[in-house]
């Protein structure tokens, strides 16, 4: 299949357009380098031998994104583009909900001309909200979300959702990810947030490779085993992996269908210290901080369904996410930058 990946430059896009091309299927990148750079198609290209199509495009202009329809016949598309800091939806909410719900609009509409009927979209653990039970399950109704980037993601998963109804033709995958962090096992892709990083992983290889001083850790009294949050840690391959899954169910699949992509086993913020320390034999530096606003003390993912119906399951550990992380970070200490000074 020709696959299109909408904000395919990024994280989670890079390792997918590589497990994609790897499987066989073709490529096109759409994506406008908000938070991403070209030099990610690049190294696409560089370690699968293939060749990528690529559009520097903001997918909510429906003009870019009907020419990337004409110029390509496209089977499936995957919805990566979105604005993802928490803490930034908070203080630009319009931006969040514009640039997250126009681009889904957008595309939905542009399928729809084309007649493209798959659609597998980047959802989030965040949709089960505060109310629900851990391990969740997706069976489980959405729930309230702490904050605007949460709840862009809950209205377009509502969004597909009635698309879909009204279209018997659509197919939507929503693909709920816990929490994505490693590299691929190469080095040559990996995460590359812009700016002083909002999640722990990228923060940590940042400390590793000194670009920051220390680690805070946002609380140490929760009610968990060491007082500080648990999370579903996944690598990204492995996330990249269900998504070339999701890609082939939606082939034969009707309506909508829900996954989610985690390993079921939660780690606490010192288990990740730790374990980074342990696999690349680095000291992290950190102190103990207060709380951070909005975070919950610990869930986990109930990833039954995947392995039951895409035969999906998590093959690596926490270890060899902490290791592909230094691989990545160490080989590109400033990301796809190059040079020194540009981050704050
Ligand atoms: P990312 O920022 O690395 O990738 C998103 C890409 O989309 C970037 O390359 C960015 O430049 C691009 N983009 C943003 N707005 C665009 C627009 N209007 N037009 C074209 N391109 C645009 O983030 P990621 O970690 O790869 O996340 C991918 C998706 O997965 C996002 O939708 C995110 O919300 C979701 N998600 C991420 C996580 C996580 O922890 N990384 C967890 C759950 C869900
Ligand atoms: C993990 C743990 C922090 C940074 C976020 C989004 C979620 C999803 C994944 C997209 C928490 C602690 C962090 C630091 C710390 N994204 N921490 N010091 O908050 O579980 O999930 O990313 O959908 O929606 O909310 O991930 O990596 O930010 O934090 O102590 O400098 O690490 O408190 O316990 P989170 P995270």
């Not at 203080?91 to 007649?115: H, S």
């Not at 993601?153 to 698309?163: F, R, Y």
């Not at 840690?233 to 939606?250: E, K, S, T």
Request: proline share 4%.
């Amino acid at each position: 299949m020709t696959v299109l990946l909408a904000g395919g430059a990024g994280y989670i896009g890079s390792h997918t357009a590589v497990e994609l091309l790897n499987a066989g299927h073709e490529v096109v990148i759409a994506d406008d380098y908000s938070n991403s750079c070209p030099e990610a198609v690049n190294r696409i290209e560089e370690l699968t031998g293939k060749k990528v199509v690529s559009y520097e495009a903001d997918v909510k202009d429906a003009e870019a994104v009907r020419k990337i329809f004409a110029e390509n016949k496209i089977d499936c598309v995957i919805h990566f583009a979105g604005l993802k800091a928490v803490g930034e939806s908070v203080q630009q909410p319009v931006r969040y909900y514009r640039n997250n719900i126009d681009t889904t609009l957008t595309l939905l509409e542009c399928m729809k001309e084309a007649g493209v009927h798959r659609f597998v979209f980047s959802s989030s653990a965040t949709v089960y909200g505060e109310e629900n039970k851990i391990p969740y399950v997706e069976t489980m109704k959405r729930g309230s979300c702490s904050n605007p980037y949460g709840w862009t993601k809950v209205m377009m998963e509502e969004i597909l959702e009635d698309a879909a109804k009204a279209d018997p033709e659509l197919t939507v995958v929503l693909l709920r990810y816990f929490n994505p962090i490693g590299a691929h096992e190469s080095g040559r892709i990996g995460e590359d947030p812009q700016g002083i990083p909002n999640n722990l992983m990228p923060y940590i290889a940042q400390v590793a490779v000194g670009r920051r001083d220390h680690l805070t850790i946002f609380g140490d009294d929760y009610p968990t085993p060491d007082g500080t949050c648990r999370r579903d840690y996944i690598h990204v391959m492995d996330l990249a992996d269900g998504h070339v899954r999701a890609v082939n169910y939606a082939k034969d699949a009707k309506g909508v269908t829900v996954f989610n992509l985690g390993t079921g086993t939660p780690y606490s913020v010192l288990d990740i210290v730790h374990t980074f320390e342990d696999a690349n034999g680095i000291k992290i530096a950190y102190e103990m901080g207060p709380r951070r606003a909005g975070d919950l003390p610990e869930f986990w993912a109930d990833s039954n369904k995947a392995t039951q119906v895409l035969s999906w399951e998590a093959k690596r550990n926490l270890q060899d996410m902490c290791r592909d992380t230094w691989n990545w970070q160490k080989q590109n200490p400033n990301g796809y930058r190059q040079g020194l000074g540009e981050d704050k």
